[in-house]
């Protein structure tokens, strides 16, 4: 739904809380080459919040809009609602709204950006209207039109991103490593369609909606030979923090 434009005092008052919250707070086959025992690491990824190309229903891409009021809003929340982790380390997407969410949600000190976690390349339907891109590709039987960015293209993407991560923590030693991507909803969806396929009980995650700054949590099982071997769904596209209203963290 398109977002009505907000009064000045109200984006200011969103820019102040999120500057508050700043200051507080697959294929089974896949290996790695680093260290060879079993290990479980926690994964957990958050759409970006609501842009100004959202609420216009415009296909970003590579290119890019800053957030709304409300993206700002839903972002602090977001942060709010994952405080209590303790991230080893945190990846984003290097795009400029995948960014913005992170320092909303107080977490962007430290973090390593990466191209490889941007959102789906839409070639020459970058800027145009989603509703016209589904009226073209109507007819395609479920395949990308040309020049736009496939989902192999985007799972090998993310198989690359994932080797290295499992290698990097195996060199770590850490007991139970915590890990944070913020990213985009093509790609938390390419996550999740990855993830869940390993998991005991597989879920389409390609029938379900992924809103701006949802939260999927899974602990992913390494075996030997640094190989992904499983995966647990804890949560999965979960935006009920959104639906509370915002709490100042404890000092």
Not at 10 to 39: E, Q
Not at 78 to 107: H, K, P, W
Not at 165 to 183: E, F, G
Request: aromatic share 8%; proline share 5%.
């Amino acid at each position: 739904a398109v977002v009505s434009t907000q009064s000045t005092g109200r984006f200011y008052f969103f820019f102040l809380l999120s500057n508050f919250v700043s200051r507080n707070f697959a294929p089974p086959s896949l290996s790695c080459t680093g260290h060879k025992g079993n290990m479980k690491f926690k994964l957990i990824t958050v759409r970006h919040g609501q842009t100004l190309g959202n609420a216009a229903s415009v296909l970003q891409g590579h290119d890019d809009s800053p957030l709304t009021p409300l993206g700002i809003a839903s972002s602090a929340k977001t942060g709010n609602a994952l405080r209590e982790i303790q991230f080893n380390q945190v990846y984003c997407s290097d795009l400029g709204r995948a960014r913005e969410t992170l320092q909303c949600m107080g977490m962007y000190k430290g973090c390593k950006l990466d191209k490889r976690l941007r959102e789906r390349h839409w070639g020459p339907w970058q800027g145009r209207n989603w509703k016209e891109y589904q009226r073209a590709s109507a007819d395609t039987g479920g395949k990308s039109l040309a020049g736009v960015e496939t989902d192999d293209a985007m799972t090998a993407r993310w198989e690359k991103f994932l080797s290295e991560l499992v290698d990097t923590l195996h060199t770590s030693s850490l007991p139970h490593p915590a890990i944070l991507l913020v990213t985009h909803g093509g790609m938390v969806r390419v996550i999740g369609r990855y993830l869940t396929a390993l998991s005991p009980n597989p879920i389409n995650v390609d029938q379900m909606s992924f809103p701006n700054n949802c939260i999927s949590e899974f602990d992913v099982i390494v075996g030997e030979g640094g190989i992904v071997t499983g995966c647990e769904v804890v949560r999965l596209l979960d935006a009920e923090h959104l639906k509370r209203p915002f709490m100042r963290p404890k000092e």
